[in-house]
């Protein structure tokens, strides 16, 4: 805990691919020191310039099947041969500090981060539009047509789901959506 002793305050930010989560929380992290990323794990090889620890907890696919067995996850997800997912006793230490530590998980993580920390702040960013989502993606140039396509539909099902967010805010232009979450981030509204 910090040195009031309060634990600090977990908030949830989800939405589709493409749609600015990371850019929007870099910018927030770079502003304010008391708002920290919880650092998920992957199964996935680290990519050039990534380091364990600070972008990621990189691990064999045995270590994080093991930890999945002594229950050391929060949440966490199988995306084709990868696993991702958020470890208790890291997320628990960062919120010891007082900070505010933000956790960036699909829908379904956030559901059950919400059953274990239900007084977690959600929020949830959308594209301005579909064609905005899609042209976002495109611009990427990472993706066979077949796994853009696959993104998209996943995109569409993630935003039926906006609704179960405590906000949503849309990013049509950066630096007022910047502005919104960190303003719903700072809010005593909780």
Known sequence: MNNNGKMGQLVVVSGPSGSGKDTILNEIFKKDP?????????????????INGVN???????????RI???????YVQYGDNYYGTL????????KTGKTVVLIIDVRGAVNVRK??????????????ESELE???R?????TETSLLKRLEVAKDEIKRVNEYDYAV?????????????????SDNF
């Not at 611009?139 to 993706?143: I, L």
């Open 34 to 50: 008391d708002i920290i990323p919880s650092v998920s794990a992957t199964t996935r090889p680290p990519r050039k310039g990534e």
């Open 135 to 137: 042209k976002r993606l």
């Open 88 to 95: 208790k006793p890291q997320l628990e230490e960062k919120l």
């Open 116 to 129: 274990v920390y239900p007084t977690a702040k959600t929020i949830f960013i959308l594209p301005p539009t």
């Open 170 to 186: 849309v990013n049509d232009e950066l630096e007022k959506a910047v502005e919104k979450v960190y303003n719903i981030i700072k």
């Open 56 to 66: 990621y907890y990189f691990m064999s696919v045995e270590e994080f099947e093991e």
């Open 69 to 75: 067995k002594r229950d050391e996850f929060l949440e």
């Open 139 to 143: 611009c990427r140039e990472s993706e």
